[in-house]
Nanobody, 120 residues
Framework: QLVESGGGLVQAGESLRLSCTASGRTFSDYAMGWFRQAPGKEREFVATVTWNGGETRYGDSVKGRFTISRDNAKATVYLQMNALKPEDTAVYYC???????????????RGQGTQVTVSS
């Protein structure tokens, strides 16, 4: 089970940190990721991190502003979002991939999502 938290309403330029805590599995067996989906739009890749945090990847629209990290001892993955823009408004989903790096459509588990709204 993946449970996201940390979403909310912020103004443009502000920051938020999303958390996703896993339970029921060996967290370090999984690569972790985030994708987002805005109303009426397709899913968009945000970021992934490998099982040990050694490698990260980011979508072009968030590079330089967002940082993904993980704490295996706490079974939690984080998404630090800085310099937020109105176009970052979406539901953010946490994903876990066993033997695969999660994408927007390929993952082993997915959380219920957390809303991020950025006002101008």
């Amino acid at each position: 089970q993946l449970v996201e938290s940390g979403g909310g309403l912020v103004q443009a330029g502000e920051s938020l940190r999303l958390s996703c805590t896993a339970s029921g599995r060996t967290f370090s067996d999984y690569a972790m990721g985030w994708f987002r989906q805005a109303p009426g739009k397709e899913r968009e890749f945000v970021a992934t991190v490998t099982w040990n945090g050694g490698e990260t990847r980011y979508g072009d629209s968030v590079k330089g502003r967002f940082t993904i990290s993980r704490d295996n001892a706490k079974a939690t993955v984080y998404l630090q979002m800085n310099a937020l823009k109105p176009e970052d408004t979406a539901v953010y989903y946490c994903t876990a991939g066993r033997f695969v790096v999660p994408t927007t459509t390929t993952y082993t588990y997915r959380g219920q999502g957390t809303q991020v709204t950025v006002s101008s």
